[in-house]
């Protein structure tokens, strides 16, 4: 249990609860004083509960616009079970429209968490040690953020383990979404250090997806999390309604996107303004260009042209256009019709 960390409501009471999750803090302006997080709970009859997540990264707004209006709008009688929205993790990084905390935490790379560390430290604590053993399924949702803008989607990473992948798989498609987005495992990165990897690591359901970016929404991207945030939840059997498959809704099988190669993955070669090229969506072949790099001091020099090394269908753009060296500019996948497909014409 956390020792630091308190909720304002009893996470065993039933109907509709609203309330913050205070962090104990001590700062120049207020000696006692406590950061607190918005959280909202809706509890009723018996059921899964389910833990909805937005705003890991601060300038990840799809997610946190989406868990704000489901916590409006869900009411007790629409659920069995229990459903815990938590609407922005990173609430100073949000206000502040960055990515990171004010004081540097990149809050999906400090779990799982320290008692009496920073604010981020003790918050991921208490979400380990608390939240996540009172959880069967934790949904956490992101987006490109202000530098990067993702095919709006479902994903997952292609974990080794089948078990594990299969349980994943099935998550992933729960969203319904048109597109659905594979990836390998971040390189240069402690996975345990990650919320969605520990709350596996309780044995927990878990889910993502990458809805969009650049720092703003639009109708589209909101469209599209809000209905997959409620589709998902449905077909966790945490509401009432009827679970939506694309067949139900005469609508086209879903593509998938896989990006696990890391020869996608097309970053900036100096400093300068980027340009995308070619738009989200569109496909290119090895060799293409992919956008400029404009010089920021010499309008007079050509721009730098930055090439894919591989073809497909281009799955991440650029969002905040200033670059330097080794930034990630845009990433190219394979598009596939199924997931059978691609496994038999990508392994
Ligand atoms: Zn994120």
């Not at 996470?11 to 997080?37: E, H």
């Not at 608390?130 to 803008?149: A, K, N, Q, T, W």
Request: hydrophobic share 35%; glycine share 12%.
């Amino acid at each position: 249990m956390s020792g630091t960390v308190t909720c304002s409501f009893d996470f065993n009471a039933t109907g509709k609860q609203t309330g913050y999750l205070r962090i104990g803090d001590s700062t120049n302006n207020s000696g006692w004083t406590t950061f607190q997080v918005p959280i909202v709970m809706i509890t009723n009859g018996s059921g899964p509960t389910v833990l909805v997540l937005a705003g890991n990264h601060g300038d990840e707004y799809e997610g946190q616009i989406a868990a704000s209006s489901l916590s409006r709008e869900l009411q007790p009688e629409e659920v069995t079970g229990r459903v815990i929205i938590i609407p922005c993790l990173s609430q100073e990084a949000s206000r502040a429209g960055t990515r990171l905390w004010p004081n540097g935490a990149n809050f999906n790379r400090v779990f799982p968490g320290v008692e009496n560390g920073s604010l981020d430290q003790k918050l991921a604590f208490f979400m380990s040690n608390d939240l996540f053993p009172i959880c069967d399924g934790v949904l956490d949702m992101h987006s490109g953020g202000r530098s990067m803008y993702f095919i709006p989607s479902s994903n997952m990473v292609w974990v080794a383990d089948p078990a594990r992948r299969v349980k994943m798989i099935k998550n992933m498609l729960a969203w319904n979404t048109s597109v659905h987005m594979i990836g390998g495992e971040q390189p240069s990165t402690n996975p345990y250090a990650l919320l969605n990897r520990e709350a596996e690591r309780q044995g927990k359901s878990v889910s993502t997806g990458e809805f969009g970016g650049s720092g703003y929404s639009t109708p589209e991207t909101i469209k599209i999390i809000g209905d997959g945030l409620r589709n998902f939840l449905q077909d966790f059997g945490v509401l009432k309604t009827e679970s939506n498959s694309r067949v139900k809704e005469g609508l086209k099988s879903a593509k998938i996107i896989d990006f696990r190669d890391p020869a996608g993955f097309v970053s900036a070669t100096k400093a300068g303004i980027y340009e995308n090229c070619v738009p989200l969506g569109g496909h290119v072949n090895a060799g293409d260009v992919v956008g400029k790099i404009h010089d920021f001091d010499h309008p007079d020099v050509a721009p730098t042209n930055v090439t894919a090394a591989i073809s497909g269908v281009i799955s991440v753009i650029r969002g905040f256009p200033p670059v330097t060296t080794g930034d990630v500019v845009c990433v190219v996948g394979k598009s596939f019709t199924s997931l059978k497909q691609m496994e038999e014409v990508a392994g």
